[in-house]
């Protein structure tokens, strides 16, 4: 039986990633990790941390990327926009993002993979977000940009007051880094 499906993304090289379901009154059985299925849909990468953060309404968190790490990402409480942003020099869609609802409800994962800024918003009260990395966590291998760099134009949601961290209201644009990023675009092979 399979528990894990591939749903088409319009960027090269994210995928989501539709959970069964098995539910009645008492609640629900859900499956989040088979690393034979995820292989199938070209994940075949080792997850070595699991992280887990809580979030208010409107918090906004991004745009964060880290070299050599590949995130699977889902809500397990509440709803969430989750965002995207291509950031592989020389990829033809360079700049361009791709936002996905993620909730307790429609049991989506998102697989982000290295060369892509990763952010969210809370639309929920609240929200727990839990991802498995690729790699551990390492403060001199990390950057980011503005979640609201005009140039990229990420869609928030208009009737949120966005709340997010000095860190992230001050980041610099993501054409102040475009030339000292490390991700290249390796070409146009699908993941899903």
């Known amino acids: 039986m399979e528990h894990l499906h591939a749903i088409p993304t319009r960027l090269s090289g994210p995928v989501l990633i539709r959970l ?7 609640g629900f059985f859900v ?3 088979r690393r ?3 292989a199938e849909f070209g994940i075949d990468q080792e997850f070595v941390q699991d992280n887990h953060s809580r979030s208010r309404r409107g918090v906004v968190r991004g745009m964060h990327f880290q070299t050599g ?3 699977l990402i889902r809500c397990a409480r509440g709803l969430i926009l989750d965002v995207l942003v291509d950031i592989r020099r020389g990829s033809p869609t360079f700049g361009q993002w791709e936002a996905f609802e993620l909730s307790d409800g429609n049991h989506h994962e998102l697989y982000c993979p290295e060369g892509f800024a990763h952010g969210f918003c809370v639309l ?3 929200a727990d977000v839990v991802y498995g990395c690729t790699t551990y966590y390492d403060p001199n291998a990390e950057g980011g940009f503005r979640y609201d760099d ?6 928030w949601p ?3 007051e966005l709340i997010a961290s000095p860190r992230d209201s001050s980041a610099p644009l993501l054409s102040e880094l475009a030339e000292s990023l490390p991700f290249e675009f390796a070409g146009s092979a699908s993941q899903a």
């Open 20 to 26: 069964t379901v098995h539910g009645d009154e008492r």
């Open 124 to 126: 929920s009260e609240v």
């Open 31 to 33: 499956e989040t990790y």
């Open 158 to 160: 208009a009737d949120l």
């Open 69 to 71: 790490m590949a995130k």
């Open 36 to 38: 034979s299925t995820l």
């Open 150 to 155: 005009p140039e990229v134009g990420i869609e």
